[in-house]
């Protein structure tokens, strides 16, 4: 710990330690980090634990299934929603900052005014082209019933969102990770009961379920605050929240794209090799989405409201950028090569480790994607904070076009590994992009110090990927000891860059010389 000191010290006076905001600034990253992962970590458990039951009493195909269901609704979903989980942040947001409670009030009652008619509007579309959603998931009309019912979760997933922004727009950080740890929970005791009794035919009844109950549990904790008031029909209350929709129509196009991308992804899949293909690429890339939820879901839920908030600050809102992205660098880095590591003892214990033997490998390559990732998404938000509607679009579009290409070309050259590093080739494209944007549109540049690690921490994930791919004698030793080196020279980084790390450890040496 002596020495330690000494190197803060020593860094202090080189410039590259900021006493004091930086560091209280990594402090509150690292806090919240802390708090949404434990959250969703325990929501992950609770969806390893779905997974497997879906393994034993489902198999691939019924991942098959419930990829292609989930897929083909999120287009209606992202069709209908007009985003409004997203752009309601930023005005919620705005009006508690500043303290002005009729404001606010009233930016609530806009906000769920609008996620009550789009959950009208979805449902309403959902029920009109149920036979063309059966059709384009399955080439099978006789799938419409399903997609009838599956409306519901659609409306579901539009009053959810609503109340989510309200939430996370108001700060109250602890009601959101709350809900989605009781929603996870509640969604494994619905389904568990439906997969045991009626197998396939309980796919159905658990999706429209668990939709209705997750947004049963976040309105608990939404109401709780702010008392449920909405008028989804009042052309002056809907004429309030013109200028919000005016930038959530360009991300409901661009969800639209996505949701359509992905579901074109699976559906290619299927034709392929039928509803088993897809469910091996399902679990394989559901395994990385938990993971990536588990990393991910601070920024989207603590982080975003904070940039919205200072977004007319360009130093202050660039220095945060850097420092969220450093951090999530720095975390996301050992997990992803503890990921490729651990993948086949977790195909093992969570699958049915013969059936789901494809999918171990399209993990460990998509995975790699997540470092991406965790570098790009807090400097995208910076389009949404600015509500930049036109370049967002563009981007957006573009993206998911670049997605389909090499998804294709992926799986078409290399089957399921291929497809997973085509998965991880599309991240770090998207990252370039998001890049050259942000230099471009908003003179936005990486720190050096962000680049550094980036690079650093790259070479050692590359590493791992090449022993993941080439299995030689000594390839898990040499695995583990990239993770131990990953896992080092993040603590270092948070040891000299927060405030109570260095405590911790201290704390730590002293009961042991104690």
């Known amino acids: 710990m002596q020495r330690l000191a000494r190197y803060i010290i ?3 006076e080189r410039g590259n330690i900021n006493s004091g905001t930086e560091r209280r600034l990594f402090d509150r990253i690292l806090k919240y980090t802390g708090v949404f992962s434990s ?4 929501a992950m458990l609770v969806t390893v634990v779905m997974a497997k039951v879906k393994s034993l009493l489902l198999g691939p195909v019924g991942f098959g299934i419930t990829e292609n269901l989930n897929r083909t609704t999120d287009i209606v979903k992202n069709a209908t929603n007009l985003g409004i ?19 606010l009030l009233e930016r609530i009652m806009v906000t769920r005014s609008w996620a009550l008619l789009t959950a009208i509007i979805g449902m309403a579309v959902c029920l009109a082209l149920a036979p063309v959603l059966g059709r384009w998931a399955f080439d099978d009309t006789g799938y419409a019933v399903d997609f009838i019912f599956l409306s519901l979760s659609v409306a579901a997933a539009s009053v959810t969102g609503g109340e989510m922004a309200v939430m996370k727009g108001t700060k109250y950080m602890r009601n959101v990770a709350l809900s989605q740890l009781f929603a996870s929970v509640l969604s494994l005791c619905i389904s568990f009961p439906l997969y045991w009794f009626l197998r396939l035919d309980g796919i159905i009844p658990a999706l429209v379920l668990s939709a209705l109950g997750t947004m049963a549990v976040t309105c608990f904790y939404s109401f709780r605050s702010y008392p449920y008031r909405a008028r989804p029909f ?5 004429q309030k929240g013109l200028g919000m929709i005016g930038f959530g129509v360009s991300l409901t196009v661009a969800a639209f794209f996505g949701a359509w991308a992905w579901s074109f992804i699976a559906r290619y899949l299927t034709g392929k090799g039928g509803a088993e293909l897809t469910g091996m690429y399902s679990a394989g890339y559901l395994l990385v989405n938990y993971l990536t939820t588990f990393l991910l879901s601070v920024v989207d839920s603590e982080y975003y409201p904070r940039l919205s908030a200072t977004v007319d600050d360009r130093e202050q809102t660039y220095r945060l950028m850097n420092n969220q992205s450093l951090a999530m660098c720095m975390l996301a880095a050992p997990l992803v090569i503890l990921f490729m590591i651990c993948i086949p003892v977790v195909v093992f214990v969570v699958l049915e480790y013969e059936k789901f033997q494809g999918s171990i490998l399209l993990a460990q390559m998509a995975v790699i994607g997540l470092f991406f990732k965790a570098v790009y998404q807090p400097i995208s938000y910076l389009v949404l904070a600015k509500s930049d509607s036109r370049i967002f679009l563009l981007q957006e579009v573009f993206c998911y076009i670049l997605l389909i290409v090499c998804a294709v070309c992926g799986y078409a050259f290399g089957g399921m590994i291929g497809l997973g590093i085509s998965l991880s080739v599309w991240e770090f494209s998207f990252l370039v992009i998001v ?10 540049v990486m720190s ?4 550094k690690y980036f690079l650093t921490q790259g070479v050692l994930i590359a590493l791992a990927a090449f022993c993941a791919v ?4 000594y390839s ?3 695995s583990i000891m990239l993770c131990v080196m990953s896992i080092l020279i993040s603590l270092r980084f948070f040891s000299t860059h927060t405030t109570f790390l260095p405590l911790f450890f201290a704390r730590i040496t002293r009961r042991s010389k104690d």
């Open 10 to 12: 020593v860094e202090k």
């Open 85 to 103: 989980q997203t752009v309601a942040v930023p005005q919620i947001s705005q009006s508690a900052n500043e303290s002005d409670q009729a404001d």
């Open 470 to 473: 080439y299995d030689f004698s």
């Open 448 to 451: 050096a110090k962000l680049v």
């Open 39 to 42: 959250v969703q970590g325990v």
């Open 435 to 444: 890049l050259v944007v942000g230099r471009l549109r908003y003179g936005f």
């Open 476 to 478: 898990l030793a040499v």
């Open 234 to 238: 009042s052309r002056v209350i809907l």
